[in-house]
């Protein structure tokens, strides 16, 4: 069950730029730093790769300095990624070169890497997209299986204001079993905060620094 309340917004978002090699660094700058807080850093290296490919196709084919826009989205529980140039009239071939070639194999590269890619013709502009398949089950998912399903239950009941309690007979809870399951709350926490993109060590200081904070309030 995923609860839509916690699902990741992944909005759409372009970028404009001047297709010049310069840029390339850049751009994979940026489709890490989305891709993380989108939750997928599993895709970023190969997204990355696109993107450098897809730029050198516009810098090789159409021109340096060309006015060139990259778009990404989700497609369903696919990524897309677009580039947008100018254009019309230089197409992108896949072509069949040798291994070591240094030209002619930025295509091959998508079509190997990807797991679609096209080409839209328009009026006063082409866009060459590619889409890479995600672990998701929805457009607005998470990765990361059960643990991550088990943590967006206990964190829609701590908004709701309600408690969830285990209880082993009419007694409390056995104390070593309660130790041992909030050790495996905090887990799931971590994995949850993974598959956000979010960084669990810093939630961990935080966390930390809070608890401490409160004990000296309390004391």
């Not at 190969?46 to 897809?54: D, F, G, K, N």
Request: glycine share 8%.
């Amino acid at each position: 069950m995923i609860y839509t309340s916690d699902c990741v917004r992944r909005k759409p978002w372009d970028l404009d730029f001047e297709a010049e090699p310069s840029e390339v660094a850049g751009l994979r700058k940026v489709m890490r730093l989305h891709l993380t807080l989108w939750g997928l850093p599993e895709l970023v290296e190969v997204a990355q790769l696109c993107v450098s490919e897809l730029t050198s196709n516009v810098i090789n084919h159409v021109g340096v300095g060309t006015p060139t826009t990259l778009a990404v989205s989700m497609r369903d529980t696919y990524l897309r990624i677009e580039m947008r140039d100018p254009d019309t009239g230089a197409l992108p071939t896949l072509l069949h070169v040798e291994c070591d070639a240094e030209e002619g194999r930025g295509m091959g590269v998508i079509d190997v890497i990807s797991d679609r890619w096209g080409v839209i013709l328009r009026e006063e502009s082409k866009v060459v997209w590619c889409e890479l398949a995600t672990e998701l089950t929805s457009s607005n998912g998470h990765t990361g299986g059960p643990r991550v399903t088990r943590v967006e239950h206990h964190l829609a009941l701590y908004r709701s204001g309600r408690q969830c309690q285990e209880v082993a007979g009419p007694g409390r809870v056995n104390t070593t079993v309660a130790k041992q399951s909030a050790v495996d709350l905090i887990a799931d926490v971590l994995h949850w905060l993974r598959a956000h993109g979010w960084d669990p060590d810093e939630a961990l200081d935080r966390a930390q620094t809070r608890f401490e904070a409160e004990q000296v309030r309390s004391g």
